[in-house]
């Protein structure tokens, strides 16, 4: 029963997300102290299950953190004060459609590449403030730190 009310939850915010026009790009799926998702100009408090949007942007307080996993089985932990766009994100192996684009504004992310890390690493772009990064079906770790 309760997967059962598991999957009909998750069935029906893919279908909202889908009416929305923004497509799913993942999952909060760990939670530590504050983090929030802004969302088309609005912020909401982050809670685990909560479904993320291709354009939405995750934060973390200065105590906080959050384990974010992409449709593609992508992980990413995001670390306190931290700030990461999703740019972009498709996965749709049937049509060959891969993508991923997330941004670090500040703060620090470790990365471990999903299946598209390794199908298509050539259509990951991770961005910093300062830098490209290639992804090569691998993991890594990124510090931003703010301008002074």
């Known amino acids: 029963m309760r997967m059962t009310l598991l999957f009909v939850m998750t069935l029906l915010l893919g279908v909202a997300a889908a009416q929305a026009g923004q497509p799913v790009a993942g999952v909060i799926k760990s939670l530590e102290g504050k983090a929030a998702i802004v969302r088309d100009g609005s912020q909401i408090d982050a809670k685990i299950g909560d479904t993320l949007l291709v354009g939405d942007t995750v934060t973390t307080d200065a105590t906080g953190s959050a384990g974010i996993m ?6 990413i932990s995001l670390g306190p004060g931290s700030s990461l766009d999703l740019d972009d994100f498709a996965f749709e192996p049937q049509n060959g459609l891969f993508a991923v684009a ?4 500040k703060g620090s992310f470790a990365y471990m590449s999903g299946i598209i890390g390794h199908l298509a690493p ?6 910093t403030p300062d830098a490209v990064i290639a992804v090569h079906g691998t993991r890594f770790l990124v510090s931003v730190e703010e301008a002074r």
């Not at 992409?70 to 992980?75: A, G, H, V």
């Not at 997330?102 to 504004?105: E, Q, R, V």
């Not at 050539?122 to 961005?127: F, H, L, N």
């Open 102 to 105: 997330i941004k670090l504004i």
């Open 70 to 75: 992409l449709e593609d089985d992508t992980l």
């Open 122 to 127: 050539e259509k990951i772009r991770i961005e």
